[in-house]
């Protein structure tokens, strides 16, 4: 993708991406605004995956969109053409979106503990009709300050898809993204030292038992999606072959977009996503990977899960021996989300 440029004062085309709508394509108001969302735990690729496809003709990274209102609209990352095309975007919003600012709407609509909580079952009813309008026009917004045809939202949190599916003005298009539990859970506890067992015991639980909600809720809201508008991709698929799997997502989604070079991805303008996004380019390459240390805790308590994902259809790329693969530019960030 060329990048575009607009007048002063005008929206801000994104790094990477196409800017303003060209000869015989619609302005973005006017369109229906298509949502690419991936959903799946933290930690599982997200953000390798929502760049790759960032980079797509037609397709703009948003990054994680569910910090939009809890930051009033604010990008956690810097830079200059990164804040004005956020406030751009923010400009577009009617003042609805204001009265939602804070984490009122997260922690009572999006989060999973929402739902354990008895005593926010009131308040996230209240929320969730202004939720979702404000949702929709901030797709609609990021569509019209970008010009592109997709938003790719990576907040993977599964009840936010649930409130994407109750709005009937998006297409949205739901990617499961699954990765093997010992490498998520090994990679929460990466930075705990290995001379502090309890710990390390103490996150391994608390992170398999989170892994254990959001897969069943990723499943449930995985059902309730249209077979032609979902797909299940394991992220060490996608990392096996990045560039079979990009294909076959564009298919699916109805994009007649090519590939992009692999070797040389923009970052782009996401509004939030892990410490892979500090680098300008990133490069994807498939490589083979080390096994991740396994634990019976773990294979015991997602074996359900487990079971039950490997059952789901319809999947995106196939079942790959080599099931691990980096994003160069920075070592840590092969395995981050």
């Not at 797509?56 to 948003?62: D, V």
């Amino acid at each position: 993708m060329s990048a575009g440029g607009r007048p002063a004062g005008g929206p801000v085309a994104p790094r990477g991406s196409r800017g303003a709508a060209g000869p015989g394509r619609r302005a973005g108001p006017q369109r229906r605004p298509r949502v690419v969302y991936v959903m799946g735990s933290g930690r599982s690729g997200s953000t390798v995956l929502g760049v790759t496809l960032g980079n797509c003709e037609g397709m703009f990274y948003a990054g994680e969109l569910d910090t939009w209102l809890a930051r009033a609209g604010e990008p956690v990352l810097g830079g200059l053409e990164r804040t004005r095309f956020w406030r751009s975007v923010r400009a577009q919003m009617r003042d609805e979106a204001e009265e939602l600012f804070g984490e009122d709407a997260r922690r009572h609509v999006e989060r999973a503990s929402a739902l354990l909580r008895p005593d926010r079952w009131r308040r996230r009813r209240g929320l969730q009709p202004r939720f979702r309008r404000v949702t929709g026009d901030l797709y609609r917004a990021i569509l019209a300050v970008s010009g592109e045809d997709y938003v790719v939202d990576s907040s993977h949190f599964p009840l936010r898809a649930l409130e994407l599916q109750a709005i009937p003005e998006l297409e949205l298009h739901l990617i499961f993204l699954y990765r093997d539990p010992h490498s998520v859970v090994a990679s929460f506890a990466r930075l705990i030292r290995r001379q502090d067992v309890a710990e390390r015991r103490r996150r391994e639980l608390a992170t398999n038992l989170n892994l254990w909600v959001t897969t069943l809720l990723s499943l449930l809201v995985f059902a309730r999606q249209p077979r032609s508008r979902r797909m299940m991709l394991r992220h060490e698929n996608f990392l096996a072959d990045p560039e079979g799997v990009v294909g076959e997502i564009l298919r699916r989604v109805g994009s007649s977009a090519a590939v992009p070079e692999l070797g040389a991805l923009s970052t782009g303008l996401p509004l939030k996503g892990n410490r892979l996004l500090r680098l300008e380019r990133i490069a994807v390459r498939a490589k083979a990977p080390r096994a991740p240390r396994r634990s019976r805790l773990t294979t015991l308590l997602q074996l359900p899960w487990t079971i039950a994902v490997s059952r789901l259809s319809p999947t995106v790329g196939g079942d790959a021996k080599v099931a691990d693969a980096g994003a160069t530019g920075r070592p840590a960030a092969r395995e981050r989300a």
